[in-house]
């Protein structure tokens, strides 16, 4: 197996983040990017560029975890399953 | 691979759970955490064309592809082989990169993972379970 790089339970971490905030970020940031780093959202922004520059403006040297917040009328569509063309 | 699964659980938005999962993964060699929508039913994953360009990623040199949606459109796609990271495991994936795919989750499909882990939906739990298993 290949070395690691992101510490397990840094993904955990940012994974119960998701859990306890996202329906909140859904009602408040539609359609935004977002970024959290140590547990704390450290920007919001129009795309992902915003937030990697909002997060080395603020000194943070690792990349932060991101989320472009999904919109309303997406959470209550079905998600595009994808196929090869010549299936 | 072999070893202990790795468990998200459904994320609620308004009223509703989603089997999302919080990833690593590189670009441009450099290692990002993203969350991916878990689509049992894509065959590729795909990931935002914004999020690989702002990573420094020029992903359009990959080899481009035509591919189907739910709702019968076709999109491009340019395709690349990276690594990512679930949980504690690390693995090479096929990943398309697009600037159409209309919804604002990355998504995680069956290539290169689901022949790597068991993927369990457990509704009634609201959690996914990644379990994986040896390769020959």
């Not at chain 1, 339970?9 to 977002?34: C, F, R, S, T």
């Not at chain 2, 491009?76 to 209309?102: A, E, K, T």
Request: hydrophobic share 40%; with cysteine; aromatic share 12%.
């Amino acid at each position: 197996m290949n070395a690691l790089a992101i510490d397990p339970a840094e993904l955990d971490a940012y994974d119960a983040w998701v859990e306890q905030h996202l329906d909140e970020m859904v009602q408040q940031h539609p359609g935004k990017v977002i970024g959290v780093y140590n547990g704390r959202l450290i920007a919001v922004g129009d795309d992902y560029r915003d937030v990697f520059a909002a997060a080395a403006k603020q000194g943070i040297k690792q990349k932060p975890f991101t989320l472009r917040v999904p919109m309303a009328d997406e959470v209550n569509a079905v998600f595009p399953s994808v196929f090869p063309t010549n299936d | 691979m072999g070893g202990a699964s790795v468990v998200f659980r459904y994320k609620p938005m308004l009223g509703r759970r989603s089997p999302t999962a919080t990833l690593g993964l590189s670009l441009n060699e450099s290692w990002h955490s993203t969350d991916f929508y878990v689509d049992s039913g894509a065959t590729y994953s795909i990931l935002h064309g914004d999020f690989a360009r702002a990573a420094g990623f020029e992903f359009a040199r990959g080899e481009r592809l035509l591919i189907k949606v739910g709702d019968g459109s076709l999109i491009p796609v340019y395709m690349h082989r990276v690594p990512m990271q679930i949980g504690p495991y690390r693995i090479d994936v096929r990943m398309g990169f697009s600037d159409n795919l209309g919804i604002g989750f990355h998504l995680l499909g069956r290539l290169d993972v689901f022949d790597r882990f068991r993927v369990c939906f457990h509704e009634p739990a609201h959690i996914v379970t990644f379990d994986p298993f040896e390769t020959r």
